[in-house]
């Protein structure tokens, strides 16, 4: 079994920031992608940001500039900063994972998601 467990959303001002932090435990070989996924009410989830194994990143354009994802491969975390954050930043965030658990191919893994609301 693997668990992802997000942590760190809630109720920011426009201009604000939060950091979300999302934890993977359980049956772990190794983690290729890491990233964070976000749907808005009434609106398809979309991708965030995403990190590979090595550092590569890549960020939505809506994102870019204000938003930077890192991860620490020894304890199995990814976290977001969220800078500068705008009212149509609010969603849903879900943390995603691609990992390889022992005698096991590759899956995908989804957090249960952690809401952000950017409101004044």
């Known amino acids: 079994q693997v668990q992802l467990v997000e942590s760190g959303g809630g109720l920011v001002q426009p201009g604000g920031s939060l950091r979300l932090s999302c934890a993977a435990s359980g049956n772990i070989f190794s983690i290729n992608r890491m990233g964070w996924y976000r749907q808005a009410p009434g609106k398809e989830r979309e991708l965030v940001a995403t990190?590979?194994?090595?550092?590569?990143?890549y960020y939505a354009d809506s994102v870019k500039g204000r938003f930077t994802i890192s991860r620490d491969n020894g304890v199995n975390t990814v976290s977001l900063q969220m800078n500068s954050l705008k009212p149509e930043d609010t969603a849903v965030y879900y943390c995603?994972?691609?990992?390889?658990?022992?005698?096991?191919?590759?899956?995908?893994?989804w957090g249960k998601g952690i809401p952000v609301t950017v409101s004044s």
């Open positions: 995603n994972a691609i990992i390889t658990s022992r005698f096991s191919i590759a899956m995908d893994y």
């Open positions: 990190i590979t194994g090595s550092g590569s990143t």
